[in-house]
């Protein structure tokens, strides 16, 4: 049965939330000189909007939950196998419901907008409200004169879906759906999205302020009560950038957590811009210079988010990008917000320029001025550093537009096209960082920066040296970038100890910057210095499909042979289901049932697999010291999607993480390829060898049932069991020989997937007491796997943890200011 009312209810909230969004703007808009009447109307309707976004929210998920897959967006991007928090994950795999969060984002900063500054609330909420009427615009799914507007997540599978089946059965509906894409079937998916929508709509905050104030005549009064939430966002959008690069460190196998893939690109660059503009948004509040400056970087972010969202959800990248959504037919629609959006910013910029007051004083070079517009311009040029080369595919499309081939690839050096660059000038970043704030809290000549400079300059050329010295580094760019970074470390930590001392909440600039050197140590001795432990010394080939480097860095391991690898001996122990009741099972023990999600093992105990499509390859190491531990790195085979994505598992130690990932194992659907049957008489007692292992038959019973079915009164059935010695176990072959109605012989073969061979009763000979038994071989269960070494990557983690803290004692500090001027009375 097609639930109907559902699906309609939510597109009935869907319309609401379009409805209201756009009479909020107007009434605002109407309600911007402080008319209380009509602010009071926008803020009612604006809680209608909020409400039905809440509905749209929970249809969706009432929807996924209930796996109703006679909806597109359901049977697309969910199934019944999923867990509970992998659900959640579908709400916002697919466009319409990552704009369905970003839309619920920004209602609940709407909220808080509306509650917090009565008198920005008009100027602002107009802004806020604008950008909800796109949201939700590019969820309406309708069509408008042969124009579609947006993509509904409540349109059903038939009327999408153009399939025999539907003209033949209209209320078909699947028993299933295709699941989660296997790259977000990872922790970090439930979390990461959330934040990193969150930072996106934090963005427009600052935004509505400065144009707000645009509108307004405020022009430098947005100042104040934009800074607190330009800093709260950046935090945001910075956290939620570094979460997706660890997703990528611990679900993608390209070895690293960055690959200046177009769409973390597309992201990091309004960060960076962001950056710039709270920099120059507090060099204005200290000296009153910038403002203008501070209004085109605080727009200009924005405005990258909305060009980064264009780029991932147009389908521009194409096959670019792992991250890019597809094509939903919305690139005009996109394209549409993006530029209304930088017409309304350009229009009252250009209208209100000249009123914008400005610093005529020439900056000094010893001024905290200087070194912050030094700062920000290094910001800034990181950024566009960066958007030239993820911008190629829209350069091509421009010049297809316009009636020529441009034809730009993206670069395959990613070195020396963003790494190189990006690193020279994370150079500058760390010296400006570590010498603008001793310029900050104090008045400087050139006397007394040489005094506050010489002992964090000395001490860090001694850090660095014993660094250099230990590490054996030679790079020159790379000794350059650790001495700076070290510089900065040591000479913000002097800053802090110094401000700590009269009031440490004015000490999260330092703090920050602390943070930031620590990631860029963290950075270049985890990337720099990765090295390969699983260096294939041999000259064998493992794939002649396999680059050049791959069979350089990578092992092949045979099932409980133990093979070296540098400090490490490693024995591969086969494949693993992750079950609920006892963690790791061997495959080979486990049968499938009609449930996927139940197996039964050794034919006795029903187990239940926490994701059927996960298989895990068992690995042991033993240390030169005696010390032992084990991986499990995965595998995802996702058949629906026809996907298989192999994941690393992590080592780690406070100062390195072993990172391994299998490169290829053997196709789990192709049959082994069996030797010729080997046929031997043996004796109870014997001793025999199977495929170089000693085998001993231990006797022979009669079974009364096989697989649990009784056997009949004519019928007979005897089970030799034979007992195998491996490498560290023993192992027993069971194979039965069966005779029905005295007349008709069947055989029932044990296989040993360990030893990798199979074997069978052929015959009893009563009078020779004895059996004659046959047995094949196959190669044995292997796996190609690679294992890197990361020094110091917890550098990086540590000050991404380190620049929280500091954005949190700047915003505390921040917040308080704007909550004591308000209650002063003054306009905020």
Not at 27 to 44: E, H, L, P
Not at 117 to 126: E, R, S
Not at 168 to 193: A, K, R, S
Request: aromatic fraction near 14%; proline fraction near 4%; hydrophobic fraction near 45%.
């Amino acid at each position: 049965m097609i639930h109907y009312f559902e699906g309609q209810l939510g597109h009935v909230f869907v319309i609401i939330a379009f409805v209201t969004s756009i009479l909020s703007a107007y009434a605002f808009f109407k309600g911007r000189n402080q008319d209380t009447q009509w602010t009071s109307f926008g803020s009612k309707v604006f809680y209608v909007h909020s409400f039905a976004i809440l509905g749209i929210v929970g249809t969706l998920f009432y929807l996924i939950t209930n796996h109703y897959f006679e909806y597109h967006y359901v049977y697309s991007h969910s199934s019944k196998i999923l867990p509970v928090y992998y659900q959640i994950s579908c709400f916002w795999e697919g466009q319409e419901g990552s704009f369905l969060l970003w839309m619920f984002w920004n209602a609940v900063l709407g909220i808080i907008l509306m509650n917090t500054n009565k008198f920005w609330k008009a100027p602002v909420m107009l802004i806020m409200s604008l950008t909800q009427v796109f949201l939700a615009s590019m969820i309406l799914g309708v069509v408008i004169f042969e124009v579609k507007l947006g993509s509904s997540p409540f349109m059903l599978l038939r009327d999408v879906i153009d399939a025999p089946i539907f003209k033949t059965n209209p209320n078909f509906i699947p028993e299933d759906g295709n699941g989660l894409n296997p790259l977000l079937q990872n922790y970090w998916m439930v979390i990461h999205p959330p934040t990193l929508f969150l930072g996106f709509a934090t963005t427009v905050i600052p935004f509505a302020y400065c144009i707000g104030g645009l509108i307004i005549g405020k022009n430098k009064e947005w100042i104040r009560p934009a800074l607190p939430w330009a800093q709260f966002s950046a935090m945001i959008l910075g956290v939620g950038i570094l979460m997706g690069a660890y997703w990528a460190y611990e679900t993608l196998n390209f070895g690293g957590y960055w690959n200046w893939d177009p769409v973390e690109n597309a992201i990091y660059v309004p960060w960076l811009v962001l950056i710039g503009a709270i920099h120059v948004m507090i060099a204005y509040k200290k000296s009153g210079s910038a403002l203008k400056l501070s209004m085109i970087l605080v727009v200009a972010s924005f405005l990258l988010v909305l060009y980064a969202t264009f780029l991932t959800r147009s389908g521009i990248l194409g096959n670019s990008s792992v991250h890019s959504f597809t094509d939903l037919g919305l690139s005009g629609q996109l394209l549409i917000y993006l530029l209304a959006f930088v017409t309304l910013s350009v229009f009252f910029i250009v209208k209100r320029w000249k009123e914008v007051p400005s610093s005529k004083e020439e900056t000094s070079t010893y001024s905290r001025e200087f070194w912050i517009f030094m700062g920000a311009a290094v910001l800034c040029l990181m950024a566009f550093q960066v958007l030239i080369y993820t911008s190629m595919p829209v350069y091509n499309q421009i010049a297809a537009f316009l009636g020529f081939d441009l034809n730009l690839a993206p670069p395959t050096d990613i070195y020396d096209a963003y790494s190189l660059p990006q690193m020279i000038l994370a150079i500058f970043l760390a010296i400006l960082s570590g010498t603008g704030q001793f310029f900050w809290w104090k008045k400087m000549d050139g006397k007394k920066l040489k005094a506050e400079l010489t002992t964090p300059f000395i001490i860090s050329l001694v850090i660095s040296g014993l660094v250099i010295a230990i590490a054996k580094i030679t790079n020159p760019y790379y000794l350059i970038l650790l001495i700076a970074s070290v510089y900065s470390i040591v000479a913000n930590t002097k800053v802090f100890l110094g401000v700590a001392k009269s009031n440490i909440k004015l000490s999260g600039g330092s703090i920050a910057h602390i943070g930031i050197a620590l990631m860029l140590v963290g950075i270049l001795f985890s990337s720099g210095y990765s090295t390969i432990l699983s260096t294939n010394y041999t000259s064998m080939v493992w794939s002649t499909e396999f680059p050049e480097e791959v069979n350089r860095d990578n092992l092949l391991l045979f099932i409980n042979e133990p093979r070296q690898m540098k400090e490490y001996s490693m024995i591969y122990r086969g494949i693993r289901k992750e079950t609920r009741e006892e963690g790791y099972v061997d495959q080979n023990e486990l049968s499938l049932t009609s449930n996927p999600l139940k197996v039964v093992k050794n034919g006795e105990d029903t187990l239940t697999l926490i994701s059927p499509e996960n298989s895990f390859f068992e690995v042991e190491y033993h240390t030169e010291e005696g010390k032992q531990f084990t991986l499990f790195p995965r595998v995802q085979i996702n058949e629906s999607m026809d996907m298989i994505v192999y994941s690393p598992d992590i080592k780690r130690k406070l100062n390195a993480d072993m990172y391994t990932h299998v490169r290829t194992f053997p196709d789990p659907d192709q049959e082994p390829d069996w030797s010729e049957p080997q046929e031997i008489k043996v004796k109870i007692g014997d001793q025999f060898f199977i495929n170089d292992y000693v085998a001993t038959l231990q006797r022979m019973e009669p079974i009364s049932e096989i697989d649990g079915t009784p056997l009949s009164s004519g019928d007979v059935a005897v089970k030799a069991v034979i007992e195998v010695q491996g490498e560290f176990e023993n192992y027993a072959a069971e194979p039965i020989f069966v005779i029905r109605e005295r007349e008709y012989v069947g055989r029932i073969d044990d296989q040993v997937h360990d030893l990798a061979f199979r074997i069978s009763v052929q015959n009893i000979l009563p009078q020779e007491n004895a059996v004659v038994l046959a047995y094949q071989t196959t190669q044995k269960d292997w796996i190609i796997m690679e294992a890197v070494k990361k020094p110091w990557i917890n550098l990086l983690w540590i000050g991404t943890f380190m620049l929280v803290i500091g954005f949190v004692v700047a915003i505390r500090r921040r917040y308080v200011e704007f909550v004591k001027m308000r209650n002063k009375g003054v306009e905020v």
